[in-house]
């Protein structure tokens, strides 16, 4: 069964320091991976998947198959980046390869 | 614009009621979701659906069914709700893809408290 670990409830930075919120996964075919956010009373929406290998607001996720491994990384953190980020995989098995496993989800708070 | 709608903002229930939640979405997508969001417990999914009359469980699906009559429409209904059940409940909706899954579009969420 996949599953996807976010090991930090809470995580608080300075404005202008580096953030890295963690993402492990266990999963045993070709894992597909998202970072999903969500700002205060807002809807929850895509902030990146590592197919795209994009840079979006500045945070950037390479994902690491030998540690399993899909680290949220950004070098300086802006207020605006406070938020709660969940971390999700793509099943590719028949019919489910549709849905997505999400982890718990990771509270950034960026203090000024 | 996708755009995801559902019925209600906040709900409040008694224990017992039976309880329909619709989501709404209007962009032609074949993938329609439906996800419990609890603090410390992040997203469980409870159904979804990759096509009219289709449905499949997800992983918390005790207490829930679903319909899904026309496409653009996914409704979760809670047969009798419980105390248990109170949660932010969010919809979602998805093109089917070459590839498996495609980006999900989240509706607002309903926020349903049951007393």
């Known amino acids: 069964a996949q599953r996807v670990t976010q090991p930090e409830k809470l995580l608080s930075v300075f404005k202008g320091a580096p953030v890295e919120l963690k993402c492990n996964y266990s999963?045993?075919?070709?894992?597909?991976l998202f970072w999903y956010v969500q700002y205060s009373r807002q809807r929850l929406q895509l902030l990146l998947r590592?197919?795209s290998r994009e840079s979006i607001k500045g945070f950037t996720a390479d994902l690491n198959k030998g540690e399993t491994s899909f680290h949220l990384k950004k070098p300086f953190a802006q207020e605006e980046d406070s938020a709660m980020y969940y971390c999700?995989?793509?099943?590719?098995?028949?019919?489910?390869?549709?849905?997505?496993?999400f982890g718990k989800g990771t509270l950034l708070t960026v203090n000024p | 614009d996708v755009k995801v709608t559902q019925s209600s903002r906040y709900l409040v229930k008694r224990t017992g009621e039976k309880v329909f939640l619709e989501c709404v979405q209007d962009?032609?997508?074949?993938?329609m979701f439906w996800y419990r969001q609890d603090p410390g417990l992040g997203l469980r999914l409870i159904y979804f659906?990759?096509?009219?009359?289709?449905?499949e469980k997800g992983d918390i699906p005790e207490g829930y069914s679903v319909s899904r009559e026309k496409k653009e429409r996914f409704s979760l209904i809670l047969e009798s709700a419980s105390t248990n059940q109170t949660s932010m409940y969010l919809c979602?909706?998805?093109?089917?893809?070459?590839?498996?899954?495609?980006?999900?579009?989240f509706g607002p969420g309903t926020r349903l408290t049951v007393t």
């Open positions: 979602a909706s998805s093109l089917r893809g070459l590839a498996g899954a495609q980006e999900q579009y």
């Open positions: 999963y045993s075919g070709s894992p597909e």
């Open positions: 590592h197919i």
């Open positions: 999700a995989l793509r099943s590719n098995s028949g019919g489910s390869n549709y849905k997505l496993t």
């Open positions: 962009m032609d997508h074949e993938n």
């Open positions: 659906s990759y096509d009219v009359k289709m449905k």
